[in-house]
Nanobody, 124 residues
Framework: QVQLVESGGGLVQAGGSLKLSCAAS????????VAWFRQVPGSEREFVSA????????YYTNSVKGRFTISRDNAKNTVYLQMNPLKPEDTAVYYC?????????????????WGQGTQVTVSS
């Protein structure tokens, strides 16, 4: 029974901040790369960020570099995404996903496990 559960979404004004959490259970968390994706209805799911199993390596899509920070606490089986400052274009449902292996550019379909998503809405 593998579960990924996102939390921390909400409604904020542009320039504000949110910190998302992804709590995992049912897997050896320290063996998995964990990523954040986001999706607007009617659009393709977009990669946002990923963190290596150790937490020492990270990737960010260009639109969030310098604003978002991904981190993980393997003792708590949790990955975080600190978002500051937020822009209206960041509005989306945010999903966390996990796959075994090493950090690198990987097709979305290679992620084995997915959470149900948390809504982030940024007003202008």
């Amino acid at each position: 029974q593998v579960q990924l559960v996102e939390s921390g979404g909400g409604l904020v004004q542009a320039g504000g901040s949110l910190k998302l959490s992804c709590a995992a259970s049912g897997l050896t968390f320290s063996d998995y790369v964990v990523a954040w994706f986001r999706q607007v209805p009617g659009s393709e799911r977009e990669f946002v960020s990923a963190v290596s199993s150790s937490g020492r390596g990270t990737y960010y899509t260009n639109s969030v570099k310098g604003r978002f920070t991904i981190s993980r606490d393997n003792a708590k089986n949790t990955v975080y995404l600190q978002m500051n400052p937020l822009k209206p274009e960041d509005t989306a449902v945010y999903y966390c996903a996990a796959r075994p292996g090493t950090l690198g550019y990987t097709p979305t379909r290679d992620y084995n496990y997915w959470g149900q998503g948390t809504q982030v809405t940024v007003s202008s």
